[in-house]
């Protein structure tokens, strides 16, 4: 079974940087079609924030995010990256790794076509 652990989250001011981190303590990323970052506020929906295609090839941002966030992925360290800059108060969230096997399309922003989880970093932005 993947195993998911993330790490990377802090309390920062808005328009500051971060840098989300998930490994894949057992398993590996390559064998995962489509990985991404999910995010959850209080009283609020989980959300899609980002998804990337194994390569690389296949890229897709929610709106929200779209020109502020970057998503990549490192076969060699067997690890996805979210990289955040110009946070908002907004963007305060609880962040979420998921990885699945099935191929990356429009509808990457379900949470039903994703199997493993990690179990989240904190992202607080004051204003």
């Known amino acids: 079974q993947m195993q998911l652990v993330e790490s990377g989250g802090g309390s920062v001011q808005a328009g500051g940087s971060l840098t989300l981190s998930c490994v894949a303590s057992r398993g590996s990323l390559s064998s995962m079609s489509s990985m991404a970052w999910f995010r959850e506020a209080p009283e609020k929906e989980r959300e899609g924030v980002a998804v990337i295609s194994s390569g690389g090839g296949i890229i897709y941002y929610a709106d929200s995010v779209k020109g502020r966030f970057t998503i990549s992925r490192d076969s060699d360290k067997n690890t996805l990256y979210l990289q955040m800059n110009g946070l908002k108060p907004e963007d305060t969230a609880m962040y979420y790794c998921?990885?699945?096997?099935?191929?990356?399309?429009?509808?990457?922003?379900?949470?039903?076509?994703?199997?493993?989880w990690g179990q989240g970093t904190q992202v607080t932005v004051s204003s």
């Open positions: 998921a990885a699945g096997t099935f191929y990356t399309e429009r509808n990457w922003y379900l949470t039903e076509k994703y199997r493993y």
